[in-house]
């Protein structure tokens, strides 16, 4: 069951908690090496701790999605410690989400930045390496805000739909040799609520949160099915919600 995930090179964004740290823990335990990004390093440090004392490689580099630059060094140092990028996860998001009256206008610049911008430096960054190498793969978490919109998630919920717009026509570009998966997580147990500068709307998504949201590792295991599959099999999108979301 590990052998698709065993040995691989896996880069990781958005990885200091949440989603990105659970489908970390996961993928060194089933073999993978790691490379580590995100902005919070003191986290970062922690994890690599957890992971090696565990037997497993990982290493980190302080990363922000929003800096081209972050993602070239995050896919220089996957080539420079252990020869080769197979995976590139682009897991980082801001979900700064308000009503449109609110008028924040700086977070929506940072969700675009973050949420669309950073998919397209990863992109940037890992596609050369991906094609000189011959192979490579791209796993993106959006949202089910990517299907679905309702009041307040207006901006984020359409830096999602250009997330799966962007990746199918990744997928469609991307030949026999690069591989495409798109992630949207439902309702998931993480800090997604403290990123709201909207006292009502961060209380709203606490209680649903907490009332009905599953783990992150629900998605690392979604994250890891992809991963693991043969080289000729390509999982292109994967919906994973709390049974009981609407």
């Given at each position: 069951m590990n052998a698709g995930i065993d040995g691989k090179v896996v880069a990781i964004t958005g990885a200091s908690s949440g989603i990105g740290e659970a489908t970390a823990l996961l993928l060194a335990a089933r073999g993978a090496r790691l490379v580590l990004g995100a902005r919070r390093s003191d986290r970062l440090t922690d994890l690599v701790g957890r992971i090696t004392e565990?037997?497993?490689e990982?290493?980190?580099?302080?990363t922000d999605v929003t800096r081209r630059e972050d993602l070239h060094a995050l896919v220089g140092l996957a080539r420079e410690r252990f020869g080769r990028l197979d995976v590139l996860v682009s897991n980082a998001g801001s979900g700064a989400i308000s009503p449109l009256?609110?008028?924040?206008?700086?977070?929506?610049d940072?969700?675009?930045?973050?949420?669309?911008?950073?998919?397209?430096?990863?992109?940037?960054?890992?596609?050369?390496?991906f094609r000189?190498?011959?192979?490579?793969?791209?796993?993106?978490?959006?949202?089910?805000?990517?299907?679905r919109v309702v009041p307040a998630m207006a901006v984020y919920a359409g830096t999602k739909f250009a997330v799966r717009a962007i990746c199918e026509g990744l997928r469609q570009e991307?030949?026999?040799?690069?591989?495409?998966t798109t992630v949207s997580p439902g309702q998931v147990h993480t800090e997604?609520?403290?990123a709201s500068s909207n006292p009502e709307i961060r209380a709203r998504i606490t209680q649903t949160r907490d009332r009905l949201a599953i783990p992150p590792e629900a998605i690392a295991r979604a994250i890891a099915f992809a991963i693991?599959?043969?080289?000729e099999v390509d999982v292109n999108e994967i919906v994973v919600r709390p049974t009981a979301q609407v």
């Open positions: 565990a037997g497993a990982a290493v980190y580099i302080r009256d609110d008028l924040r206008v700086d977070e929506w940072q969700m675009v930045d973050v949420n669309i911008k950073g998919v397209l430096h990863g992109i940037g960054a890992a596609l050369p390496v000189a190498q011959g192979s490579g793969h791209f796993v993106t978490t959006a949202s089910t805000a990517a299907f991307a030949g026999d040799s690069v591989r495409v997604f609520a403290e693991e599959q043969p080289a």
